[in-house]
């Protein structure tokens, strides 16, 4: 039996997850636990942001054979839909230099030559979504510039946890995978458009995070 972490930045995005089903444990982060297809799971709600995500991660991941996390996101000109998490990058790590934001691999010493910025997520084991680079960081993108800015990093989706999970998961040796569902575009509209769109994109990701625990 394989012990499964997955987190969820927010209450509706966990409560998407298998829902109505499982035993609630409480505690910091708000967890469920139950078997699913003779694995092990542990749903944990971990709050906002690249700080919660990575707590979450650190004091729940000891005996977890994998890492991973559902929700929703941003769209960096992706189209609507899920999207099987290939890389994960941390938007906001790295160097400010004269005119310009060198990013890095988070963790990795912001100086000098600047490699990869990404990590990558666990094979897709044939759910067959579309693979996407996500861009996390410790900001609500509402803002065409700066969802641009992003989109130029090879960034097709944008959110605020994913990164940290990965860099967690890699620091501790541990596959991690994350699906997420589009509820905006990054632009003047989003913070309307996620609330609107919120429980429909978390129960999409949701439904096919369901589908992969069945074939991992």
């Not at 429909?200 to 990701?205: D, M, N, S, T, Y």
């Amino acid at each position: 039996m394989t012990h499964i972490l997955i987190l969820a930045a927010l209450p509706e995005e966990a409560d998407a997850l298998f829902p109505g089903t499982g035993e609630r444990a409480g505690g910091l982060f708000s967890e469920r636990r139950l078997p699913v297809a003779g694995h092990s799971l542990v749903i944990a709600t971990c709050g906002l942001g690249k700080a919660n995500a990575a707590l979450c991660a650190g004091m729940l991941a000891g005996d977890a054979g994998i890492l991973l996390m559902t929700g929703t996101c941003g769209s960096l000109g992706a189209a609507p839909g899920a999207y099987w998490i290939a890389e994960a990058l941390q938007h906001d790590y790295g160097a400010s230099e004269p005119g310009l934001f060198r990013r890095y691999r988070a963790g990795e010493w912001p100086i000098g030559e600047a490699g990869e910025a990404h990590f990558p997520a666990m094979a897709d084991p044939g759910l067959g979504l579309p693979p996407a680079r996500i861009a996390s960081g410790d900001s609500f993108v509402a803002c065409p510039d700066a969802a641009a800015d992003l989109a130029a990093l090879g960034a097709t989706l944008v959110d605020m946890e994913v990164g940290a999970v990965a860099q967690v998961a890699t620091r501790l040796g541990k596959p991690w995978a994350a699906i997420k569902a589009v509820t905006d575009e990054a632009n003047g509209d989003s913070a309307g458009d996620f609330h609107a769109n919120l429980v429909r994109a978390a129960r999409i990701a949701a439904l096919e995070v369901e589908r992969l625990i069945t074939m991992i």
